[in-house]
Each structure stands twice: as C-alpha cells, then as structure tokens.
C-alpha cells in the first residue's frame, strides 16, 4: 500500500517549525527519524496533508546537559545517544535499554523523541522516560510547556501534544548517587516491541517498578520501602496487585494472564538483582 499524498517540506530551523504548525495545525505531522512513521503512512493509519522534515534542522540535533537533565534536541537520533561516550554514568538505566531497542539500522535513523512522541506503549524510551521521572518540552507559536513524562502519556498512541505543538526536547534527570537501575524485557525476538518491559530504581529509601507493553501507557509504581527491608515486605503481594492494576489485554502476541505473570515473575527477579 502507498501513502495518502501529502506535501513535504524540508525545514531548516525550529522556528520555522512552530510557524508552519501554527499554519497547518492538525493537518500536519513531523518527520524527524520516520521509523514509526513511514510505516503508518504506507498503511495509512496517518494521513497528513502536510509532512514537515525537521532532520537537519542543526538547532535540534543535540545532547546536552542542563539543570541536572540531560536534555535531548527533537533531531538527535537514538544512535548518537547510544554511543554518547559518557552514558553509562549519566544514565545507567538508558545504557541498559539501548541495545534492546529494535536493531541498529533502526537506531541509527529513528530519533529519542520521535520515539517519546509516538508513545508506543510497547517502546522502550517511553518507558525509560516514566521510570526515571523524566519532562518533555513542548513548543508552539506562543511559547514552550513542559510536562512530566506521566502527564504527557495519554494512552496508545496518545499525548497532550496540542494542534500547533511539537516536541522540541525531552529530558532525563542524570542519575543520582545511591540509586540503582535495572531493566528486563521479553519480546517474541530481539528487535521486537516487548510483550512485557520492566525498569527498576531502587533508592536509599523505596522499590520503583515500571512496566512497558501492559497497560495502554507506561506505567511506574513506587513502594516506600528499604531495599534492607526487603525481606520483610510481601513483594510477591505487592507485584500482583500491581500486575492486576494495568488492566492487560489479550492480543495476537500474549494473554494477558501471560503479562500478568511476566510482570510478577520478571519484576521479582529485576528487583532482588538491581537491590543486591
């Protein structure tokens, strides 16, 4: 199948961006990476009228550390963060992640916030996003807002994003001294959306659990308790409430009773691992 027609345009700066929006409103639609996107055009499950390329806009494409975040340009590719020679200290758990998301050929071309702005609840920087706390900024013709990553996740699929937004930038808070990550996934192969994708924090003074591929959204819970206490806290109790709390549905992949057994099986191995 071909996609719907539409007209393209290359822009070269963000500005340009918001006043174009500002023109087309929900008409058009963002291409940085194309990745989610080509594929639902050729399916026509998007069809804009007006297709803006931001991929060399050289004011987007950028990593860059500000305010105790690091804050990722609309531009920047994942592949470029991924190889980001100091990412293992500034964010652990992203570290973790990269390698489970898709293959390379698709990392090289697909972008963090593209990602963060498809809101694939399967998606690994979603989740990734969720779990650490993360922002997204939002810009438009009449200025900038920021939401947290919680607020921003509306379901599958769908954000806060308003007619004439965009994302301009989403920011990871940079890890934090005595804080651990870690991060499990099932998919039926490497490369492939998670059935079920969980990310661990573990703090000097609670248990966060996140799950990715459940709910319509990714979803964290946090449990105020020790990781010293762990031996007295019904963990296996508080995960399945949990699991039963993001409401799984059956699909051609999983059941949902399966899901809600990764997510009690997996996140009991992915916390007592990241708590050792």
């Given at each position: 199948?071909?996609?719907?027609?539409?007209?393209?345009?290359?822009?070269?700066?963000?500005?340009?961006?918001?006043?174009?929006?500002?023109?087309?409103?929900?008409?058009?639609?963002?291409?940085a990476?194309?990745?989610?996107?080509?594929?639902?055009?050729?399916?026509?499950?998007?069809?804009?009228?007006?297709?803006l390329?931001?991929?060399?806009?050289?004011?987007?494409?950028?990593?860059?550390?500000?305010?105790?975040?690091?804050?990722?340009?609309?531009?920047?590719?994942?592949?470029?963060?991924?190889?980001?020679?100091?990412?293992?200290?500034e964010?652990?758990?992203?570290?973790?992640?990269?390698?489970?998301?898709?293959?390379?050929?698709?990392?090289n071309?697909?972008?963090?916030c593209?990602?963060?702005?498809?809101?694939?609840?399967?998606?690994?920087?979603?989740?990734?996003?969720?779990?650490?706390?993360?922002?997204?900024v939002?810009?438009?013709?009449?200025?900038?807002?920021?939401?947290?990553?919680?607020?921003?996740?509306?379901?599958?699929?769908?954000?806060?994003?308003?007619?004439?937004?965009?994302?301009?930038?989403?920011?990871?808070?940079?890890?934090?001294?005595?804080?651990r990550?870690?991060?499990?996934?099932?998919?039926?192969r490497?490369?492939?959306?998670?059935?079920?994708?969980l990310?661990?924090?573990?703090t000097?003074?609670?248990i966060?659990?996140?799950?990715?591929?459940?709910?319509?959204?990714?979803?964290?819970?946090?449990?105020?308790?020790?990781?010293?206490?762990?031996?007295?806290?019904?963990?296996?109790?508080?995960?399945?409430?949990?699991?039963?709390?993001?409401?799984?549905?059956?699909?051609?992949?999983?059941?949902a009773?399966?899901r809600?057994?990764?997510?009690?099986?997996?996140?009991?191995?992915?916390?007592?691992?990241?708590?050792?």
């Amino acid at each position: 199948m071909k996609p719907a027609s539409f007209d393209y345009i290359r822009i070269d700066s963000s500005d340009e961006i918001a006043a174009l929006l500002n023109q087309v409103g929900s008409d058009g639609r963002i291409l940085a990476g194309g990745q989610s996107l080509m594929a639902m055009l050729n399916i026509r499950l998007a069809q804009p009228k007006v297709l803006l390329d931001i991929s060399r806009c050289a004011d987007l494409n950028y990593a860059r550390i500000a305010d105790g975040h690091l804050c990722i340009g609309a531009a920047a590719t994942q592949a470029s963060i991924e190889w980001r020679p100091e990412l293992a200290t500034e964010l652990p758990l992203l570290h973790k992640v990269f390698p489970w998301i898709s293959h390379f050929q698709v990392r090289n071309r697909g972008t963090v916030c593209g990602s963060v702005a498809h809101a694939d609840p399967s998606a690994e920087l979603p989740l990734c996003l969720v779990a650490l706390q993360g922002s997204v900024v939002l810009r438009s013709a009449s200025g900038r807002r920021v939401l947290a990553a919680e607020q921003f996740f509306r379901g599958m699929l769908s954000t806060a994003l308003e007619p004439g937004e965009f994302v301009e930038e989403v920011r990871f808070p940079l890890h934090r001294p005595g804080h651990r990550h870690g991060f499990k996934e099932v998919a039926m192969r490497h490369g492939d959306f998670a059935l079920v994708a969980l990310a661990a924090t573990i703090t000097p003074d609670a248990i966060e659990l996140s799950a990715g591929g459940v709910a319509d959204r990714p979803t964290r819970i946090r449990w105020q308790v020790k990781p010293d206490a762990l031996v007295g806290f019904d963990l296996d109790a508080a995960l399945n409430d949990f699991s039963w709390s993001l409401e799984a549905e059956s699909d051609t992949h999983a059941t949902a009773a399966y899901r809600r057994h990764l997510v009690r099986q997996l996140g009991r191995q992915l916390i007592m691992e990241t708590a050792q």
